[in-house]
């Protein structure tokens, strides 16, 4: 028998035309002691006590069935089974590269999809390259995402989701400290992080917390484009490492492959870079530099990029231009790539060519982006009246609404 449903009226969703079983996986400890109290399943003094054990089942054991909850009551189970979820969204394609990549498109609603990508490590380190918005309003030159208008901005239980669906495929439940694929994160699909602090940094709290998926906040990595009165806050509010797609080292070619330049250029960006947290040798900015041919990668701008990082604590990131159908740039050849780095090694930065991962399924950086397409307001609503009108006509959902 289907689940009763009930509407979604919970302040923290911003998708509150949803409906049905209310998904807990995702939330943060904050939401789920509301959602539990909402739902009159207990009161505040015991709220925060539930929401303990529930967390440690949600995010340490990765459980998607609430009967695996062996410490809460059978009378308890069924009424958490009849109110709330536990399954994450659908996963409605999976790509395996020859090189270990795997690429995940991730159905967030009807005609809404996102993508996720694992970066298996040369070693012991793989990193997840999550997404934060599905399409971006930014319009980078070079990036295929950017082609793609925003459809919308992701809650923090959908970036969190993101991560546990990997960690489902992968097998890396319950938490452990040893053997895990997943180490790190990068905040490096679709979207641009800092036009949406506030769930990224809910995302990071989720993420973070060493009683659940516990991935530290030195191992996760947040990419901006240089979203510059943000950028402080971000390291004040998520103790994140910072990273920054610069790909120029002066305005006029900046304000062209990164148009945000224009609003923030660059001397206000380094001037943010300089204001972030905590930055020592130990935490250092990663600056992410596509190389494209003619266009940046001569050795004179090697030279003005090592004197523009000067007095920051700083790693480059030589990232090979990962082409895309119909995009106008081609990626520097290997040679000019070395010298170019050479001249970076020179000034003392270590080993930046980044090995471009999963080219075979096009899931490298900036290859992403999904059909979803932006719905109109009136067509949202259009579908909005239509399942009311669904739900007042079933006797069976009638009963549940009581
Ligand atoms: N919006 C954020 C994070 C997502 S992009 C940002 O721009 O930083 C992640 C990284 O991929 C950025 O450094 C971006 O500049 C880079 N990138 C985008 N398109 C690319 C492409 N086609 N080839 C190589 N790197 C690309
Ligand atoms: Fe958006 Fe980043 Fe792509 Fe620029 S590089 S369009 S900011 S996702």
């Not at 807990?24 to 207990?42: E, F, K, N, P, S």
């Not at 930014?138 to 459809?151: A, K, M, R, S, Y």
Request: aromatic share 6%.
């Amino acid at each position: 028998m289907n689940a009763p449903l009930k509407t979604l009226d919970l302040s923290f969703s911003n998708r509150p035309e949803m409906s049905g079983p209310v998904p807990l996986a995702g939330l943060t400890r904050a939401q789920l002691r509301d959602v539990l109290i909402a739902h009159d399943l207990v009161d505040e003094k015991k709220a925060k006590m539930r929401a303990e054990q529930l967390w440690r089942w949600i995010y340490h054991y990765g459980v998607t069935d609430f009967d695996e909850m062996t410490n809460v009551s059978k009378a308890l189970r069924e009424t958490l089974k009849a109110k709330f979820t536990l399954a994450r969204p659908e996963i409605t394609e999976r790509q395996v590269s020859v090189d270990g990549t795997r690429k995940y498109l991730i159905k967030l609603e009807s005609g809404i999809e996102v993508e996720t990508v694992f970066i298996p490590g040369v070693g012991r380190s793989g990193a997840l390259c999550v997404s934060s918005q599905v399409g971006c309003t930014l319009n980078c030159t070079f990036c295929h995402t950017g082609t793609q208008p925003l459809v919308r901005n992701l809650t923090a239980a959908e970036i969190v989701t993101q991560v546990m669906i990997a960690r489902d495929d992968l097998g890396e439940w319950p938490t452990s400290n040893e053997d895990r694929e997943i180490t790190n994160i990068v905040f490096m699909g679709m979207g641009e992080p800092l036009y949406t602090l506030d769930t990224v940094s809910d995302a990071i709290d989720v993420i973070s917390d060493h009683e659940g998926i516990a991935i530290g906040r030195r191992r996760i990595t947040v990419s901006t484009s240089g979203v510059v009165p943000k950028i402080p806050e971000l390291g004040e509010r998520t103790k994140a490492m910072l990273a920054i797609s610069l790909h120029a080292t002066n305005d006029a070619l900046r304000n062209e492959l990164v148009p945000l330049n224009k609003k923030y250029p660059i001397a206000e960006l380094m001037d943010a870079i300089r204001a972030y947290p905590d930055l020592s040798n130990a935490k250092r900015v990663t600056f992410e530099y596509v190389m494209l041919k003619g266009v940046n990668d001569s050795l004179a701008e090697a030279r003005a990029l090592v004197k523009l990082l000067r007095g920051i604590p700083s790693k480059i990131n030589l990232i090979p231009f990962n082409p895309w159908p119909g995009s106008p740039y081609e990626c520097s050849d290997w040679d000019q790539i070395e010298a170019f780095a050479d001249v970076v090694n020179k000034a003392g930065y270590a080993s930046p060519i980044r090995t471009p991962r999963g080219r075979d399924i096009f899931a490298a950086c900036g290859q992403l982006k999904s059909e979803s397409q932006k719905i109109r307001a009136s067509e949202r609503r259009r579908l909005e009246r239509e399942a009311e009108e669904k739900q007042d006509a079933s006797p069976e959902d009638q009963t549940s609404q009581a």
